[in-house]
């Protein structure tokens, strides 16, 4: 009895696209808090803080994407932001508002923005369900709208157990 055994996974022409490849790498990413350059973690004292400005190495954040942040419970002037903003821009790939959290998913979501569809359409089409790395909802959300205008179907999981998310009529 010869059986040639068949991986009708493999031929079914079913593209895998894992999400995880657009997370960037975590040293890639920093944060930059301003509460320690606060007086007693709660004030902007302008004098004291534009001297940290000018004096902070700011080379360090070379070629990463930065979430600037304040986790004081704090008033901040919208110009002191707008300070480290300006003195991280000659050095940050990317100056972001917001915690590292949202810096990720603002930076996932880019990237699904600037996939080309041209090598899905009319193809069977599986989002990578479990992985290594966390992804945000926001992300499954936004490949489901990148991609469900096109394919012919768009499925959750692994090529061997799938849930049906869209399938053309």
């Excluded at 320690?36 to 004291?48: A, G, H, S």
């Excluded at 700011?58 to 979430?67: C, P």
């Amino acid at each position: 009895m010869d059986s040639i055994i068949v991986n009708k996974v493999a031929d079914s022409g079913i593209i895998t696209l894992n999400l995880e490849q657009y997370i960037p790498s975590a040293d890639l990413i920093a944060t930059f808090d301003l509460k320690p350059f606060l007086f007693k973690e709660m004030i902007v004292k302008e004098k004291d803080f534009r001297q940290f400005v000018t004096e902070h190495d700011w080379q360090q954040y070379e070629g990463k994407h930065v979430a600037v942040v304040c986790t004081a419970d704090a008033i901040i002037p919208m110009w002191a932001y707008m300070l480290v903003a300006s003195s991280l821009h000659p050095f940050a790939n990317n100056v972001y508002f917001g915690t590292e959290d949202a810096l990720l998913q603002h930076l996932i979501l880019k990237s699904i923005e600037e996939i080309s569809v041209e090598e899905y359409i009319d193809k069977r089409v599986v989002i990578k369900g479990c992985g290594d790395r966390s992804l945000p909802e926001a992300a499954f959300v936004a490949i489901t709208q990148k991609l469900r205008p096109v394919v012919k179907s768009l499925m959750y999981g692994e090529p061997c157990s799938t849930v049906p998310v869209f399938k053309r009529k």
